[in-house]
């Protein structure tokens, strides 16, 4: 389970707000990435929070109220389809966190990164594997991504309902792929994440 102390560890070293950071959304063929920044307060508990793969939806959807509602501060930002297409999908991860850390009414000096990449960052940094699992700010910027994320899906879904987006998330699905074969691709479907469809022409 999460608890503080990464965060303590850095606070003992003498940086004064620390926030967590994680994204959602790097693996699915269409929609935006996005990524949330978070501050909580020293030693804040919430009940149930944890790596947002963990929970239901249910779970995240609650969790993500009580989230903002606690919080010292948290920004949720995003990158788009067209900036995972130009940059690819690592930078448009990063950029992603970093508007989210820029983002943040109360700015951070140290940011607790989920994953083994943290580079071009504003303010210091670690990354932290398994990070969501381990820090509670970093738990709570997990669920504060996911539940942002899945939401735009469901817009998403309405906008474009023959691919189903709400029930896959866009991830590559088999039903997904199938509906990409029949319809073929949408404005938001990421150039790069659906090549399968260029080989599939040339059969």
Do not use: W
């Amino acid at each position: 389970m999460p608890d503080y102390s990464l965060e303590n560890k850095y606070s003992e070293m003498g940086y004064k707000v620390i926030c967590g950071v994680d994204e959602a959304g790097r693996g699915p063929l269409c929609g935006p990435v996005y990524a949330a920044a978070c501050v909580l307060p020293e030693g804040l508990f919430i009940e149930g929070l944890n790596d947002s793969k963990k929970l239901t939806e249910k779970k995240r959807e609650a969790l993500f109220d009580v989230i903002r509602e606690n919080a010292i501060a948290y920004c949720i930002a995003s990158a788009s389809v067209e900036e995972i297409d130009e940059l690819n999908i690592l930078e448009a991860d990063l950029l992603a966190m970093r508007r989210a850390i820029e983002g943040l009414s109360v700015k951070a000096d140290f940011a607790l990164i989920d994953g083994n990449i943290n580079r071009g960052f504003s303010i210091d940094s670690a990354a932290i594997i398994k990070g969501d699992a381990t820090s509670m700010s970093i738990a709570a910027a997990s669920i504060l991504a996911k539940v942002a994320r899945d939401r735009i899906c469901a817009e998403l879904d309405a906008e474009y309902p023959e691919y189903k987006i709400a029930k896959h998330k866009g991830y590559g699905t088999k039903e997904h792929k199938e509906a990409l074969f029949k319809y073929g691709p949408s404005p938001i479907h990421r150039k790069q994440f659906i090549r399968f469809l260029d080989k599939k022409d040339e059969e």
